[in-house]
């Protein structure tokens, strides 16, 4: 079949290798120079398949209350007259519900464990080297009642596959000695050691060069605008190419949005309504010297919502949401505040004059599901919506794209979007899997 993929993000990427490994003559198209310039360019580097919980959980209503109206909370909601973003928070707050927040944890861990497999499978077999760090990620909690239930929720979740260490805060710093200045703040850590973290960018640069080697085209400079539909299915998609100047309908049997955050503005003209806001987020990148003292196993500080990854001679640090809409800027502040929690815990790691900002567009839907397969037109596929998760995700979804392209049901447990219209709505969900 000839599938065109839209977007070269690390979810189109990784698609367009799956699917040509599956025999497809694909083509990917983007609007940027080149793979991985957006979301994927400088997230928090996590592969944090064993804490794959979704934000919308039981707590996560009140902590937002305590939040709202200050300019430097981990969360922040800008509220705006739009009704797509109203209707968002709504579905957030009924995510979080216990038995849709259990349900969601339960889908997610399984495609989130299934993905890392995938991915480390794809590292050794195309020998791909993206600073990645197999040490473990290391959750460290600062205020005891979170920590209790996070404990209590390690119990369950190791029942599913996820493997979670509960650790004092001497344990901690055991496993990580960068934190010894911040000891005596911690409640206690989980500690998930099958975990890893890597840079995104570099990994899905590479796997679009092993995919231009297997046969995929990559078409950069090209923003798509719009599709095109005829009697019941996409005919084409009309792309503006900035090399040529000039307009083109592209055509092939299958088309697959994978444009992150942008992919509601182009499905929405053609009646498909997905869930998905875009939430603002920052990173800074340290770059580190002999002798810095950064931390070398990749950690979350569950308080601040900050993770911390060293890539190789790089500190990246990444954190804050903010539902804004499609706001790019750079906050002064948020830089700012990024920096001063960053060397409030490692005050050697680098110098703080060095650090590079940058910001990006999570595509985030209400239970962080990302939304993948077929929608009610027959040759047009989602792999979009993966929110806090994409690096995490991307391997597994793409290689479960390419196994419902070819009519075969997916390994993980996890609900998949299916060919049929649900009453009302655009798209049906298959029931998971048991695990
Ligand atoms: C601050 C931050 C920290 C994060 N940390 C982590 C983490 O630690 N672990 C983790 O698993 N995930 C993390 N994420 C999430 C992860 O980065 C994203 O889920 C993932 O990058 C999304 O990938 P994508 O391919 O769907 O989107 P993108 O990477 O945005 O790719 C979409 C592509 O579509 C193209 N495009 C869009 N519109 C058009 C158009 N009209 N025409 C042509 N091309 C178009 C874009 O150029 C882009 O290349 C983080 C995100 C942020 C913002």
Redesign the pocket.
Not at 318 to 330: I, R, S
Not at 402 to 424: H, I, K, Q, T
């Given at each position: 079949m000839r599938i065109v993929i839209?977007?070269?993000?690390?979810?189109?990427a990784t698609s367009a290798w799956y699917l040509a490994r599956a025999g497809h003559a694909v083509t990917v198209?983007?609007?940027?120079g080149a793979a991985?310039?957006?979301?994927?360019f400088a997230?928090?580097?996590?592969?944090?398949a064993s804490h794959a919980e979704p934000w919308a959980n039981p707590a996560a209503p009140r902590k937002i209350l305590r939040w709202l109206g200050r300019e430097d909370a981990p969360l922040l909601f800008r509220a705006r007259a739009d009704w797509a973003q109203w209707r968002w928070a709504l579905g957030f707050l009924f995510e979080c519900l216990p038995a849709r927040a259990r349900a969601n944890t339960r889908e997610l861990l399984s495609l989130a464990l299934y993905s890392r497999g995938e991915l480390q499978a794809l590292r050794r077999e195309l020998g791909i080297e993206s600073d990645q760090s197999p040490g473990g990620i290391l959750t460290c909690h600062t205020d005891r009642r979170d920590f209790d239930r996070a404990a209590r929720q390690a119990e369950s979740l190791r029942e599913l596959g996820a493997e979670r260490e509960v650790k004092s805060p001497d344990q901690c710093v055991a496993i990580e000695p960068a934190l010894a200045h911040a000891k005596a703040r911690l409640a206690g850590g989980i500690y998930a050691p099958s975990d890893e973290s890597g840079d995104?960018f570099k990994f899905t640069q590479a796997i679009a060069a092993h995919a231009a080697a297997i046969g995929v085209r990559f078409r950069y400079g090209?923003?798509?605008e719009r599709l095109e539909i005829e009697r019941g299915r996409i005919a084409s998609v009309i792309v503006h190419d900035a090399h040529e100047g000039a307009e083109e309908a592209v055509t092939a049997d299958a088309y697959v949005v994978?444009?992150?955050?942008?992919s509601p503005l182009?499905l929405r003209p053609i009646g498909i309504g997905i869930p998905l806001q875009p939430v603002k987020?920052?990173?800074i990148t340290i770059p580190l010297e002999a002798g810095d003292e950064a931390p070398r196993v990749s950690l979350t500080d569950e308080a601040a919502k900050l993770?911390f990854s060293r890539l190789g001679d790089r500190l990246r640090v990444?954190?804050t949401a903010e539902l804004a809409g499609y706001d790019t800027e750079l906050n002064p502040g948020r830089c700012e505040a990024l920096v001063r929690q960053t060397f409030a815990l490692f005050p050697r790691a680098g110098r703080p004059e060095r650090a590079e900002y940058w910001t990006?567009?999570?595509?985030a839907t209400p239970s962080n599901r990302p939304l993948i397969g077929r929608t009610r037109l027959p040759n047009l596929y989602l792999n979009?919506g993966?929110?806090?998760?994409?690096?995490?995700?991307a391997c597994g979804s793409a290689r479960a794209l390419a196994d419902l392209v070819a009519g075969r049901r997916p390994e993980p447990a996890f609900r998949f979007l299916e060919s049929s219209e649900r009453a009302g709505g655009a798209l049906l969900e298959t029931a998971p899997r048991s695990p």
């Amino acid at each position: 079949m000839r599938i065109v993929i839209l977007g070269a993000g690390v979810v189109g990427a990784t698609s367009a290798w799956y699917l040509a490994r599956a025999g497809h003559a694909v083509t990917v198209i983007d609007r940027q120079g080149a793979a991985a310039l957006e979301t994927s360019f400088a997230n928090g580097g996590q592969v944090s398949a064993s804490h794959a919980e979704p934000w919308a959980n039981p707590a996560a209503p009140r902590k937002i209350l305590r939040w709202l109206g200050r300019e430097d909370a981990p969360l922040l909601f800008r509220a705006r007259a739009d009704w797509a973003q109203w209707r968002w928070a709504l579905g957030f707050l009924f995510e979080c519900l216990p038995a849709r927040a259990r349900a969601n944890t339960r889908e997610l861990l399984s495609l989130a464990l299934y993905s890392r497999g995938e991915l480390q499978a794809l590292r050794r077999e195309l020998g791909i080297e993206s600073d990645q760090s197999p040490g473990g990620i290391l959750t460290c909690h600062t205020d005891r009642r979170d920590f209790d239930r996070a404990a209590r929720q390690a119990e369950s979740l190791r029942e599913l596959g996820a493997e979670r260490e509960v650790k004092s805060p001497d344990q901690c710093v055991a496993i990580e000695p960068a934190l010894a200045h911040a000891k005596a703040r911690l409640a206690g850590g989980i500690y998930a050691p099958s975990d890893e973290s890597g840079d995104a960018f570099k990994f899905t640069q590479a796997i679009a060069a092993h995919a231009a080697a297997i046969g995929v085209r990559f078409r950069y400079g090209c923003s798509v605008e719009r599709l095109e539909i005829e009697r019941g299915r996409i005919a084409s998609v009309i792309v503006h190419d900035a090399h040529e100047g000039a307009e083109e309908a592209v055509t092939a049997d299958a088309y697959v949005v994978a444009l992150g955050s942008y992919s509601p503005l182009l499905l929405r003209p053609i009646g498909i309504g997905i869930p998905l806001q875009p939430v603002k987020g920052y990173s800074i990148t340290i770059p580190l010297e002999a002798g810095d003292e950064a931390p070398r196993v990749s950690l979350t500080d569950e308080a601040a919502k900050l993770v911390f990854s060293r890539l190789g001679d790089r500190l990246r640090v990444a954190g804050t949401a903010e539902l804004a809409g499609y706001d790019t800027e750079l906050n002064p502040g948020r830089c700012e505040a990024l920096v001063r929690q960053t060397f409030a815990l490692f005050p050697r790691a680098g110098r703080p004059e060095r650090a590079e900002y940058w910001t990006g567009l999570r595509p985030a839907t209400p239970s962080n599901r990302p939304l993948i397969g077929r929608t009610r037109l027959p040759n047009l596929y989602l792999n979009t919506g993966h929110g806090t998760l994409g690096w995490t995700l991307a391997c597994g979804s793409a290689r479960a794209l390419a196994d419902l392209v070819a009519g075969r049901r997916p390994e993980p447990a996890f609900r998949f979007l299916e060919s049929s219209e649900r009453a009302g709505g655009a798209l049906l969900e298959t029931a998971p899997r048991s695990p």
